[in-house]
């Protein structure tokens, strides 16, 4: 999954876009992240990160995050 059909996908089941960050080190919310050799997501609140998951493609990061989105704002 590329980061167009991320966006593309959340659009389609109205899910918010502005709820995930890209690279964003200061907002609050879902982020994704490329860190070294691995691409991360997160939630972050406050200034902390909590529930950190490591993936070895960006595409993996990508499904995981909107399968977590979907799971909350459709289902």
């Not at 918010?16 to 982020?31: A, K, R, S």
């Not at 499904?63 to 989105?69: A, C, H, P």
Request: aromatic share 18%; charged share 30%; with cysteine.
């Amino acid at each position: 999954m590329t980061k167009a059909e991320f966006l593309e996908l959340l659009q389609k089941h109205n899910i918010n876009q502005n709820l995930v960050l890209f690279d964003d080190p200061i907002e609050e919310g879902y982020c994704i992240r490329k860190n070294y050799f691995r691409w991360e997501v997160f939630y972050r609140e406050r200034g902390k990160e909590y529930n950190c998951m490591g993936f070895p493609s960006e595409s993996n990061a990508l499904q995981y995050l909107f399968d977590k989105l979907y799971s909350i704002y459709v289902k």
